[in-house]
């Protein structure tokens, strides 16, 4: 069974200084895999996924991801983070192809800016 | 602009009472699904729908009911079964094509449940 792993519950963070969430996955073929942002009250959005090629990927915001297989992670980074940044994140894992993508989440990193 | 829309925003429910859901898309999805999410706990799979007339349960079905009469719907009722009802539900679509890369998930903005 597919499962996702996000060590930290709560990070918190200077404004200006870099940010590094961890994701471990376990995943018995080629994962599919995304970082999303949750802002209070609101729903999922997007910050980038992976599936094949390159194992940085960017995404939206100036967040980026880097994919290790061997370590079966897929660490989200930002060099210097904004206080807007403030939000829970999610990291996901799901099968790349079928007729429907059944997700797994993981319990999320709520991320708390200080000015 | 294309999007999921869920209603109402903040939902009560009395005793026994069983409640609705809603969540309309206009982004032309095959897939839609549910979700709840608890503190701490990330976001779980309720149910979730290839196709218009059918759906299967996810991994916290019991409690709940679902149907999809229309592509562009997917309302979700919580039963009186469901003893904890209190909690953020979130719905989300994607298109998908079978044997094709799936395409990310998109989501609505939520609706949080409580018990009055």
């Known amino acids: 069974a597919q499962s996702v792993t996000q060590p930290d519950i709560h990070i918190t963070v200077s404004e200006g200084a870099s940010l590094e969430l961890r994701c471990n996955y376990s995943?018995?073929?080629?994962?599919?895999l995304f970082w999303y942002v949750q802002s209070p009250g609101q729903g999922l959005q997007l910050l980038l996924k992976?599936?094949?090629?390159?194992?940085l990927v960017q995404g939206i915001k100036g967040f980026e991801a880097e994919f290790k297989r061997s370590q079966s992670s897929f660490n989200l980074r930002k060099p210097s983070v904004h206080w807007s940044d403030a939000a829970e994140y999610f990291c996901?894992?799901?099968?790349?192809?079928?007729?429907?993508?059944?997700?797994?989440f993981g319990t999320g990193t709520r991320l708390q800016v200080t000015l | 602009d294309g999007g999921i829309t869920q209603s109402p925003k903040y939902l009560f429910r009395k005793e026994g009472q069983n409640v609705t859901l809603s969540c309309e898309q206009n982004?032309?999805?095959?897939?839609m699904y549910w979700y709840r999410q608890d503190p701490g706990q990330g976001l779980r799979l309720i149910y979730y729908?290839?196709?218009?007339?059918?759906?299967q349960k996810g991994d916290i079905a019991e409690g709940y009911s679902v149907s999809r009469e229309k592509k562009e719907s997917f309302p979700l009722t919580v039963t009186s079964a469901q003893k904890n009802p209190t909690a953020f539900y979130l719905c989300?679509?994607?298109?998908?094509?079978?044997?094709?890369?799936?395409?990310?998930?998109?989501f609505g903005d939520g609706t949080r449940l409580s018990i009055l």
């Open positions: 989300a679509s994607t298109s998908a094509d079978p044997g094709r890369w799936i395409k990310p998930q998109h």
């Open positions: 995943y018995g073929a080629t994962p599919y």
């Open positions: 992976y599936f094949s090629g390159d194992t």
């Open positions: 729908s290839q196709i218009v007339n059918d759906f």
């Open positions: 982004l032309n999805h095959d897939a």
């Open positions: 996901a894992v799901g099968p790349p192809t079928g007729t429907a993508s059944k997700l797994t």
